[in-house]
């Protein structure tokens, strides 16, 4: 299933920085990771450009990244240049819509620094998509249940905290719904678990306690023959990323997220 830009309210040739966003949250080269985990987690946002003082692109850092080597025992105490990736997909600020769109979806890339003569400037995401859409007529008739991501990987509300962190790094999820006995009870976001994990200095404490105890408890869910349109317009309206959908039992179904938009988009 396909749907063309300019269905949605999206022109394809118009410059990329027309949807981005300016200003980006940015680490710096020589900063402390701990430092870096801060600001991650007040940006909201699942990475950030690592730049000189003069906002040169260095490389990129994420909060798997960061997961990965605090789980493997290193020191958050390290530079951020110890741990982030020197190959950067990014896009320049004159690159059109459509050819960043399939930049993205070839790269699989959530998130890309935006550039002029390689200085950054922006960030677009797969959110900024979903935040541009502006006509919602065409995907009315599409039901969530033909787009969505069927039987989604899932956890117990037994888990602990440090083996949900070891199943988002090893299985690269962003997000987790919790079911118990087949019944959709919670959902954790690798975002949402970061910030809290930060905000109790990564305490073992904190990492000893179940998910159950610090998940979104009773999240949105839709029912697999919601409209494609009304999802999009509710991911839209409370900035969330993702959308579960459960049956009239609350039985997992599937799940929609950003990606599966822009995959839908041509």
Known sequence: ME???????????????????SNPFVAYI????????KRLSESGHR????????????????????????????????????IMSREVISCEENETIEYVLQKMKISKRGRLPVLSKNKVIG????????LATREFNVLEDIKIGEVMTRKPF?????????????????????????VDNGVLVGYVT?????KKL????????FLNRRIFDVMTKNPIAVQPSE????????????????MLIASEKNKLEGIFTERDYLNLLV
């Not at 749907?3 to 966003?21: A, F, M, P, T, Y």
């Not at 990475?47 to 290193?74: A, E, R, W, Y």
């Not at 690798?190 to 970061?194: E, G, T, V, Y």
């Open 3 to 21: 749907v063309k830009l300019e269905r949605v309210g999206i022109d394809r040739k118009n410059k990329i920085v027309s949807i981005s966003s």
């Open 30 to 37: 020589g900063e402390k990771l701990i430092d870096v985990c």
């Open 47 to 82: 990475s950030l450009p690592v730049v000189d003082k003069k906002m040169q692109l260095k490389g990129i850092v994420t909060i798997t990244d960061i997961l990965n080597l605090f789980i493997s025992g290193g020191s958050l105490n390290a530079y951020v240049e110890s």
């Open 123 to 130: 960030i677009v995401s797969e959110a900024d998509f979903i």
């Open 154 to 178: 899932f956890v117990p509300p037994s888990f602990s905290v440090r083996e949900i962190i070891r199943t988002m790094v090893n299985g690269k999820y962003r997000r987790l719904p919790v």
């Open 190 to 194: 690798s975002n949402s678990l970061f």
């Open 198 to 205: 930060v905000e109790n200095s990564f305490s073992e404490d």
């Open 227 to 242: 409209s494609l349109s009304s999802v999009i317009k509710t991911m839209k309206e409370k900035k969330i990323s993702s």
